[in-house]
């Protein structure tokens, strides 16, 4: 007999606008997993969570891997984040006050265009960044565009990143990861990721790896997403010590 699929609970439906500025309650050192295929607006839903977030005294650093990006440099634009090679900028080598600060990095090494160079210069920059966020703590927020790239595939640092996913939720630094790969993310995405959206994704491999997230039955994830349309997200909030498992559809 073919399986029947899984009861839904009730999933309430909120907008983009809605959810952002009312359900939407991120604390310090929480990791939030964004996993979507190409061209479902990862990164647009994540500069939309993170803009409310960034501010001088907890600042998003955005680790920029490809050599011309306009929608991070437009964001980075309108938030008033500052662009920089090297880590760490001058604010934080000199001035402690909050008014010389911007609330935001675009992490952004020059490019060659040579991999030999370039993969390297990355590495080193981005662990730098990782590790020092973890020392610094206290609300700063590290944005990972495509954290498959940035851990496996191409720069090696799995590694790095498991650990920063493992401790800095107790040191209050916190990593937005986003992946259009979610079968090549990280196993600590998945577990160690208080805040999950999840949108559409046919790829057998991304579906299985849904077990990894705990907490929820990785077939209703499956159900629901099926039924999403296009820049919608299933949002799941692992249980906390102040509320049980939250589940909604967050709106295009």
Not at 12 to 36: K, N, P, S
Not at 44 to 67: F, G, H, I, N, R
Not at 220 to 227: A, E, N
Request: proline fraction near 8%; glycine fraction near 6%.
């Amino acid at each position: 007999m073919p399986r029947r699929p899984p009861v839904l609970p009730k999933v309430q439906h909120f907008t983009r606008e809605e959810f952002i500025a009312y359900r939407f309650d991120h604390r310090w050192g929480e990791h939030v997993a964004i996993l979507g295929p190409t061209g479902w607006g990862k990164t647009t839903l994540a500069q939309q969570l993170l803009a409310p977030l960034s501010t001088p005294d907890e600042p998003t650093v955005c680790l920029v891997m490809k050599a011309r990006d306009a929608t991070v440099q437009r964001f980075g634009k309108e938030q008033g984040f500052r662009r920089i090679a090297t880590w760490p900028p001058p604010v934080y080598r000199t001035a402690k006050m909050s008014s010389a600060r911007p609330p935001g990095f675009l992490l952004w090494p020059k490019h060659t265009f040579n991999p030999d160079v370039d993969e390297p210069k990355m590495h080193a920059t981005f662990r730098a960044a990782m590790t020092d966020a973890m020392k610094r703590g206290k609300g700063i927020k590290l944005f990972a565009d495509e954290v498959a790239d940035l851990g496996r595939r191409t720069l090696k640092l799995e590694r790095v990143i498991d650990n920063f996913m493992s401790q800095a939720r107790s040191l209050d630094a916190s990593m937005f990861a986003a992946t259009q790969r979610p079968f090549n993310a990280p196993a600590s995405i998945y577990g160690q990721s208080t805040h999950l959206f999840i949108g559409r994704d046919s790829d057998r491999r991304s579906q299985q790896r849904y077990e990894e997230i705990g907490d929820c039955d990785p077939e209703l994830i499956t159900h629901v997403t099926q039924g999403l349309h296009k820049y919608e997200w299933f949002y799941m909030r692992k249980p906390t010590d102040r509320s049980d498992t939250v589940m909604c559809i967050v709106g295009a």
